[in-house]
Protein backbone atom coordinates (compact mmCIF):
# COMPACT_ATOMS: atom_id res chain seq x y z
CA UNK A 1 0.00 0.00 0.00
CA UNK A 2 1.47 3.36 -1.39
CA UNK A 3 1.65 5.67 1.95
CA UNK A 4 2.83 8.41 0.19
CA UNK A 5 1.07 9.65 -3.32
CA UNK A 6 2.38 11.93 -6.08
CA UNK A 7 -0.84 11.71 -8.38
CA UNK A 8 0.65 13.94 -11.20
CA UNK A 9 3.45 11.23 -12.86
CA UNK A 10 4.46 14.34 -15.13
CA UNK A 11 4.58 18.53 -14.92
CA UNK A 12 5.66 20.78 -17.78
CA UNK A 13 6.29 24.67 -16.96
CA UNK A 14 7.50 27.81 -18.96
CA UNK A 15 10.88 28.86 -17.29
CA UNK A 16 9.97 31.40 -15.16
CA UNK A 17 6.56 30.54 -14.01
CA UNK A 18 5.70 28.83 -10.99
CA UNK A 19 5.93 24.68 -10.23
CA UNK A 20 3.81 23.16 -7.76
CA UNK A 21 4.54 19.55 -7.10
CA UNK A 22 1.83 18.01 -4.60
CA UNK A 23 2.17 14.79 -2.32
CA UNK A 24 -0.30 13.26 -0.70
CA UNK A 25 0.31 10.83 2.59
CA UNK A 26 -2.62 8.80 4.19
CA UNK A 27 -0.49 7.89 7.67
CA UNK A 28 -0.83 10.27 10.08
CA UNK A 29 1.74 9.39 12.32
CA UNK A 30 4.13 10.68 9.45
CA UNK A 31 5.57 14.15 11.03
CA UNK A 32 8.52 14.53 8.83
CA UNK A 33 8.66 15.16 5.25
CA UNK A 34 11.24 15.90 2.74
CA UNK A 35 11.95 16.68 -1.21
CA UNK A 36 14.24 14.91 -3.27
CA UNK A 37 15.46 15.80 -6.61
CA UNK A 38 16.86 13.44 -9.17
CA UNK A 39 18.04 13.55 -12.38
CA UNK A 40 18.57 10.62 -14.61
CA UNK A 41 21.31 7.87 -14.14
CA UNK A 42 22.12 9.55 -10.42
CA UNK A 43 20.83 9.22 -6.69
CA UNK A 44 17.87 11.82 -5.54
CA UNK A 45 19.60 14.36 -3.78
CA UNK A 46 17.79 16.21 -0.73
CA UNK A 47 16.18 19.54 -1.80
CA UNK A 48 13.94 21.10 1.24
CA UNK A 49 12.16 19.25 4.11
CA UNK A 50 10.00 20.28 6.38
CA UNK A 51 8.44 19.36 10.25
CA UNK A 52 4.71 18.77 10.88
CA UNK A 53 5.16 21.55 14.30
CA UNK A 54 5.34 23.73 10.78
CA UNK A 55 3.23 24.86 7.82
CA UNK A 56 5.89 26.33 5.85
CA UNK A 57 9.39 26.26 4.65
CA UNK A 58 11.49 28.62 2.29
CA UNK A 59 14.83 27.59 0.84
CA UNK A 60 15.91 29.96 -1.83
CA UNK A 61 13.27 29.49 -4.71
CA UNK A 62 11.61 26.77 -2.99
CA UNK A 63 9.18 26.39 -0.91
CA UNK A 64 7.18 22.93 0.68
CA UNK A 65 3.83 23.88 2.07
CA UNK A 66 2.22 21.36 4.73
CA UNK A 67 -1.27 21.21 5.26
CA UNK A 68 -1.64 18.20 8.16
CA UNK A 69 -5.68 18.40 7.89
CA UNK A 70 -5.36 17.21 4.41
CA UNK A 71 -2.50 15.09 4.72
CA UNK A 72 -1.02 17.22 1.81
CA UNK A 73 2.04 18.53 1.16
CA UNK A 74 3.19 20.90 -1.83
CA UNK A 75 6.72 21.73 -2.97
CA UNK A 76 6.75 25.39 -4.76
CA UNK A 77 9.97 26.03 -7.34
CA UNK A 78 9.60 30.24 -8.44
CA UNK A 79 11.09 31.44 -10.80
CA UNK A 80 11.59 27.93 -12.20
CA UNK A 81 14.49 27.31 -14.34
CA UNK A 82 15.37 24.46 -16.76
CA UNK A 83 17.99 23.26 -14.73
CA UNK A 84 15.41 22.46 -12.28
CA UNK A 85 13.66 19.93 -14.64
CA UNK A 86 14.37 16.26 -13.09
CA UNK A 87 11.81 13.83 -11.02
CA UNK A 88 11.01 15.29 -7.53
CA UNK A 89 10.25 12.97 -4.87
CA UNK A 90 8.12 13.46 -1.59
CA UNK A 91 9.15 11.11 1.51
CA UNK A 92 7.71 10.69 4.75
CA UNK A 93 8.82 9.38 8.01
CA UNK A 94 7.48 8.87 11.36
CA UNK A 95 9.08 9.42 14.87
CA UNK A 96 9.57 6.02 15.52
CA UNK A 97 12.53 5.33 13.39
CA UNK A 98 14.77 6.70 10.34
CA UNK A 99 13.05 4.65 7.47
CA UNK A 100 11.19 7.19 4.64
CA UNK A 101 8.43 6.29 2.86
CA UNK A 102 8.94 7.56 -0.99
CA UNK A 103 6.47 9.15 -3.20
CA UNK A 104 6.30 7.57 -6.80
CA UNK A 105 8.24 10.89 -7.82
CA UNK A 106 6.82 14.03 -10.36
CA UNK A 107 8.91 14.45 -13.40
CA UNK A 108 9.31 18.43 -14.00
CA UNK A 109 9.99 20.12 -17.18
CA UNK A 110 10.64 23.38 -17.51
CA UNK A 111 10.46 24.68 -20.89
CA UNK A 112 13.23 27.69 -21.68
CA UNK B 1 27.13 18.06 2.90
CA UNK B 2 27.53 14.35 3.64
CA UNK B 3 28.79 12.43 0.71
CA UNK B 4 27.93 8.55 0.04
CA UNK B 5 29.52 6.97 -2.84
CA UNK B 6 28.89 3.92 -4.33
CA UNK B 7 31.01 1.36 -6.59
CA UNK B 8 31.26 0.35 -9.11
CA UNK B 9 29.07 2.85 -11.41
CA UNK B 10 28.04 0.82 -13.97
CA UNK B 11 29.08 -2.68 -14.27
CA UNK B 12 27.63 -5.31 -17.16
CA UNK B 13 27.78 -9.25 -16.25
CA UNK B 14 26.69 -12.38 -17.71
CA UNK B 15 24.06 -14.27 -16.14
CA UNK B 16 24.30 -16.68 -13.59
CA UNK B 17 27.30 -14.50 -12.54
CA UNK B 18 27.80 -12.73 -8.89
CA UNK B 19 28.00 -9.02 -8.58
CA UNK B 20 28.99 -6.75 -5.45
CA UNK B 21 28.47 -3.10 -5.44
CA UNK B 22 30.11 -1.03 -2.45
CA UNK B 23 28.17 1.68 -0.76
CA UNK B 24 30.69 4.31 1.30
CA UNK B 25 29.83 7.44 3.51
CA UNK B 26 33.06 8.84 3.10
CA UNK B 27 32.52 11.89 6.05
CA UNK B 28 30.25 10.25 8.45
CA UNK B 29 29.29 7.35 10.29
CA UNK B 30 26.35 5.39 8.94
CA UNK B 31 24.61 3.33 11.48
CA UNK B 32 21.85 2.83 8.63
CA UNK B 33 22.29 2.60 5.48
CA UNK B 34 19.40 1.66 2.81
CA UNK B 35 19.59 -0.37 -0.42
CA UNK B 36 17.11 0.76 -3.37
CA UNK B 37 16.00 -0.32 -6.89
CA UNK B 38 14.59 1.78 -9.17
CA UNK B 39 12.62 0.59 -12.48
CA UNK B 40 12.07 3.02 -15.13
CA UNK B 41 10.05 5.61 -14.42
CA UNK B 42 8.87 4.46 -10.97
CA UNK B 43 9.92 5.02 -7.22
CA UNK B 44 12.62 4.04 -5.38
CA UNK B 45 11.99 0.48 -4.34
CA UNK B 46 13.32 -0.24 -1.01
CA UNK B 47 15.29 -3.72 -0.79
CA UNK B 48 16.28 -3.58 2.89
CA UNK B 49 17.86 -1.99 5.52
CA UNK B 50 20.77 -2.88 7.26
CA UNK B 51 22.33 -1.50 10.36
CA UNK B 52 25.90 -1.69 11.32
CA UNK B 53 27.22 -5.00 12.55
CA UNK B 54 23.63 -6.51 12.27
CA UNK B 55 21.60 -8.57 10.09
CA UNK B 56 19.73 -6.55 7.16
CA UNK B 57 16.20 -6.22 7.32
CA UNK B 58 14.62 -7.10 4.18
CA UNK B 59 11.40 -6.21 2.56
CA UNK B 60 8.55 -8.44 1.52
CA UNK B 61 9.45 -9.73 -1.97
CA UNK B 62 12.89 -8.91 -1.75
CA UNK B 63 15.14 -12.38 -1.99
CA UNK B 64 17.37 -12.49 1.05
CA UNK B 65 19.78 -15.32 -0.44
CA UNK B 66 19.70 -13.32 -3.73
CA UNK B 67 20.81 -9.98 -2.86
CA UNK B 68 23.38 -10.47 0.20
CA UNK B 69 23.95 -7.17 2.16
CA UNK B 70 26.79 -6.97 4.53
CA UNK B 71 27.17 -3.67 6.43
CA UNK B 72 30.24 -4.68 8.85
CA UNK B 73 31.72 -1.08 9.45
CA UNK B 74 30.00 2.26 10.33
CA UNK B 75 31.25 3.26 6.52
CA UNK B 76 30.50 0.75 4.50
CA UNK B 77 27.75 -1.84 3.29
CA UNK B 78 27.60 -3.90 0.37
CA UNK B 79 25.01 -5.30 -1.56
CA UNK B 80 25.57 -8.82 -3.59
CA UNK B 81 23.47 -9.67 -6.60
CA UNK B 82 23.50 -13.46 -6.23
CA UNK B 83 23.41 -15.57 -9.57
CA UNK B 84 22.33 -12.55 -11.70
CA UNK B 85 19.87 -12.75 -14.02
CA UNK B 86 18.68 -10.41 -16.69
CA UNK B 87 15.86 -9.54 -14.42
CA UNK B 88 18.20 -7.97 -11.99
CA UNK B 89 18.96 -5.46 -14.70
CA UNK B 90 18.22 -2.03 -12.93
CA UNK B 91 19.45 0.81 -11.09
CA UNK B 92 20.70 0.06 -7.62
CA UNK B 93 21.04 3.11 -5.29
CA UNK B 94 22.16 3.51 -1.35
CA UNK B 95 21.12 5.89 0.93
CA UNK B 96 23.09 6.31 4.45
CA UNK B 97 22.54 7.83 7.54
CA UNK B 98 23.42 8.50 11.45
CA UNK B 99 20.41 6.44 12.66
CA UNK B 100 19.37 9.60 14.88
CA UNK B 101 15.57 10.40 14.88
CA UNK B 102 15.08 12.59 11.64
CA UNK B 103 18.07 12.24 9.99
CA UNK B 104 18.34 12.59 6.34
CA UNK B 105 19.49 10.35 4.15
CA UNK B 106 22.47 11.00 1.97
CA UNK B 107 21.87 8.96 -1.42
CA UNK B 108 24.55 7.45 -3.45
CA UNK B 109 24.99 8.28 -6.71
CA UNK B 110 23.65 4.61 -7.64
CA UNK B 111 25.43 1.83 -9.62
CA UNK B 112 23.99 0.70 -12.86
CA UNK B 113 23.60 -2.93 -13.34
CA UNK B 114 23.10 -4.75 -16.89
CA UNK B 115 22.92 -8.66 -16.71
CA UNK B 116 23.23 -10.17 -20.06
Known amino acids: DQQVKQNSPSLSVQEGRISILNCDYTNSMFDYFLWYKKYPAEGPTFLISISSIKDKNEDGRFTVFLNKSAKHLSLHIVPSQPGDSAVYFCAASTNTGNQFYFGTGTSLTVIP | GAVVSQHPSRVICKSGTSVKIECRSL??????MFWYRQFPKQSLMLMATSNEGSKATYEQGVEKDKFLINHASLTLSTLTVTSAHPEDSSFYIC????????????FGPGTRLTVT
Open chain 2, 95 to 106: SASTGSPYSEQY
Open chain 2, 27 to 32: DFQATT
